[in-house]
């Protein structure tokens, strides 16, 4: 294992889905812990639009879900492994104004197309895994040495 | 200028964060799609907006606003006045629609980025 390798910090928050009450939660959670650790407040700004999306996803359409928090000296990781319903195109999930949400959802503001891609154009890397009727998973990182 | 002096102008009813109405407003952001206020609202904004459900206040939380002002005289839920109060966000109510609102502010402050 590289010496960069080493977490500084791992931490797991389960998410329910439907739970509007305790929506948001886990991502002001994530967002305290990075400024607790000096995280750069342009990282931390992206990393909590990210993270957000990342938690109302799992809210709206899976049934519960593992978000993980790694930190190493050069970067920041969410990966966020639900179980649900999954997403049947992706292509279609990743454009812009394109939404599954139902009218409810619609009405308190949600399900605008704009989640993943507000994910995606935040972290520096994205990739994302779906198995329809099974789940979703996303993995983020944000480098955190943007110079290099 | 601060909040507390916006509210003045505006004649806005303060229901919430009673001792947040110092912050330093940055300007204003009026959207009622919580994605897009996510995504473009700056850190110190009032956000106008007739939503009036809890997630509004963990939007504003996260992006560290200044405080959220709900148009046409909407009054939130009880969720949501609970949960502001919790978290020391200030929720505003305007007799006015969005776009008076909107154009007070913008005469107050401008847009400040």
């Known amino acids: 294992m590289k010496k960069s390798d080493e977490h500084v910090l791992s931490q ?20 305290e812990i990075l400024q607790e650790i000096g995280i750069d407040t342009s990282i931390i700004i992206r990393a909590a639009i990210a993270a957000y999306e ?11 879900a593992t978000f993980t928090l ?42 605008a197309g704009m989640g993943l ?22 993995d983020l990182t944000f480098f955190l040495n943007q110079d290099e | 200028m601060k909040t507390r002096e916006i509210i003045k ?4 009813e303060v229901l919430t964060g009673q001792e947040t109405l110092d912050t330093e407003v ?22 106008i907006t007739l939503q009036i459900h809890q997630n509004i206040v963990a939007v504003a939380k996260l992006k560290d606003l200044a405080g959220i ?3 046409n005289n909407r009054k939130p839920d009880k969720d949501t006045l609970e949960k502001a109060a ?9 007799k006015e629609m969005a776009f008076e609102v909107s154009g007070k502010l913008y005469e107050l402050i401008g847009s400040q980025d």
């Not at chain 1, 891609?117 to 996303?138: E, H, M, V, W």
Request: aromatic share 8%; hydrophobic share 35%; glycine share 10%.
């Open chain 2, 9 to 12: 102008t505006l004649q806005l």
């Open chain 1, 54 to 64: 990342a938690e109302m996803n799992v809210v709206m359409y899976a049934q519960r």
């Open chain 1, 70 to 111: 790694n930190i190493t000296p050069e970067k920041l990781c969410f990966k966020v492994e639900d179980e649900g319903q999954g997403i049947d195109n992706l292509d279609m999930a990743m454009q812009e104004g394109f939404s599954t949400a139902t009218d409810e959802m619609r009405e308190m503001g949600f399900g």
């Open chain 2, 69 to 71: 002002i709900i148009i």
């Open chain 1, 12 to 31: 797991q928050f389960e998410i329910k889905g439907g739970d509007f009450s305790n929506a948001g939660k886990t991502s002001t959670s994530i967002k």
């Open chain 2, 86 to 94: 919790a978290e020391n966000i200030a929720v505003m109510i305007s």
């Open chain 2, 26 to 47: 940055t300007g204003g952001y009026t959207s009622d799609l919580l994605s897009d206020v996510i995504a473009n609202s700056k850190e110190g904004n009032l956000w």
């Open chain 1, 117 to 138: 891609p507000n994910i995606k154009r935040n972290a520096d890397r994205f990739k994302i895994f779906s198995t329809p009727g099974k789940g979703t998973s996303l």
